[in-house]
């Protein structure tokens, strides 16, 4: 049996006004609309592993993946359990590691980047396998993120690797568009450095992996960046002929410190992150993460974040906004609900992952539970 948490909702209203200079107040409302994974009865389709990815269809159905169990379920808006689609394997329909699941607008399609087999594997919104796009032959990358636009172009998010010895690319990107066959890379961009500092050993290694950061496609042929070791900036591209340029640098709330640090690989805390690199196994610390990128109206962005201190005792999800017309940081927020010191047993810093948005809705992964839950909710934003 499914259970589902229901709440009154509250009209949703965002008042930014033009005479706004400084960061004002922000007001956070949070209204929990329905929870996938807390069921009365065991019924293993409402219970999940390691859910990585979330994807809302036009018609409310909610896609989910779990990277566990190499397979995507299937709900109606209501939350009701409809099928699963895909499992482990080679095979069409079939996947090794799924590492992200879009939807194509262009062709109402749902996309699911199969990192492992180095491919984009195509369904009807219904679940029905519609065919597989390999990626072109070249350096073995590792797509970690992807989107589409209106016109069927495809943005994925990788570093291409270099091999030990071998210079590095002349311009080294991490977001790479493809036309509609995946046949190639027509444009790239997100300069490497803006998403973590090269010179430190851990950042530098991670990027292009799942600690890269997130993007998202925005209306006016814009798209904005965030580095996952969030340092206070995020960035607003925008396109011209002549290509993709930075529109602005939006420097919203700073981090607590630095934003991660090296640990004892041979004896890391429990909350340390874990990392074979060609150096050997390495371990490190979080402390100031981006967690989602939510587009509240055509030019009010919400950046969400967690801030987490050295000891790993006070932990917060926040919220920054912005005014994407002109760069302008409106202000920021905790949010009580989403931080740690909420609830118990006491969560460690990546254990919230907003993984969709759309109006007024979030859709995330919440991990602080003994199995992992997915949650929806309904937001209130006021800014004064």
């Known amino acids: 049996m499914l259970t589902l948490k229901r709440f009154i909702l509250l009209s949703v209203l965002i008042t930014v006004t033009t005479e706004i200079i400084q960061a004002q107040k922000v007001s956070y409302t949070f209204n ?31 896609f989910v993946s779990d990277r566990s169990r190499n397979n995507i379920k299937l709900y109606n808006s209501d939350g009701e359990f409809v099928r699963q689609i895909g499992s482990r394997g080679r095979g069409p329909g079939e996947f090794i590691e799924i590492s992200s699941m879009y939807i194509d607008p262009s062709q109402n399609h749902l996309m699911v980047v199969d990192r492992m087999n180095l491919r984009v594997v195509r369904f009807q919104m219904n679940g029905e396998y519609i065919k597989t796009h390999n990626l072109p032959e070249g350096p073995v990358i590792s797509p970690w993120m992807g989107r589409a636009d209106d016109n069927g172009f495809h943005y ?13 690319p002349s311009e080294d990107h991490l977001i790479h568009i493809y036309d509609s066959e995946f046949s190639e890379v027509v444009y ?14 851990i950042i530098d290694k991670s990027l292009g992996g799942p600690n890269t950061g997130l993007f998202e496609l925005l209306p ?14 995020i960035y607003l591209y925008k396109k011209s002929q002549s290509g993709w340029t930075i529109d602005a640098e939006l420097e919203g709330e700073q981090p607590w410190g630095e934003v991660a640090q090296e640990v004892d690989a041979s ?32 030019n009010t962005l919400a950046h969400y974040v967690h801030f987490q201190d050295e000891s790993h005792e006070n932990g917060e999800v926040g919220v920054s906004l912005f005014d994407l017309s002109d760069g302008r940081f409106l202000g920021y927020t905790k949010i009580q609900e989403l931080s740690r010191d909420h609830m118990e047993p006491k969560s460690t ?9 759309v109006g007024n809705t979030i859709y995330f992964v919440d991990n602080r539970y003994k199995e992992p839950h997915i949650v929806v909710a309904e937001i209130e934003i006021i800014v004064e």
Do not use: C
Not at 156 to 168: A, H, Q, S
Not at 279 to 294: Q, V, Y
């Open 349 to 357: 810093g990546w254990d919230i992952q907003i993984k969709y948005s």
């Open 156 to 168: 994925l998010l990788y570093r291409i690797p270099v091999m030990p010895d071998e210079p590095g």
């Open 32 to 62: 929990e609309t329905l929870r996938l994974g807390d069921p009365e009865e065991f019924d293993e389709n409402y219970i999940f592993q390691s859910p990585n990815h979330i994807t809302v269809g036009n018609n409310g159905e909610i």
């Open 267 to 298: 004896d890391p805390p429990g909350y340390a992150v874990r990392m074979g690199t060609p150096r050997g196994a390495i371990a490190f610390l979080k402390f100031s993460t981006t967690i989602g990128l939510h587009l509240v109206d055509e």
């Open 188 to 201: 790239s961009l997100g300069d490497v450095s803006r998403f973590g500092d090269t010179s430190e050993y």
């Open 220 to 233: 006016g042929q814009r798209l904005i960046g965030a580095p996952h070791f969030y340092d206070g900036q």
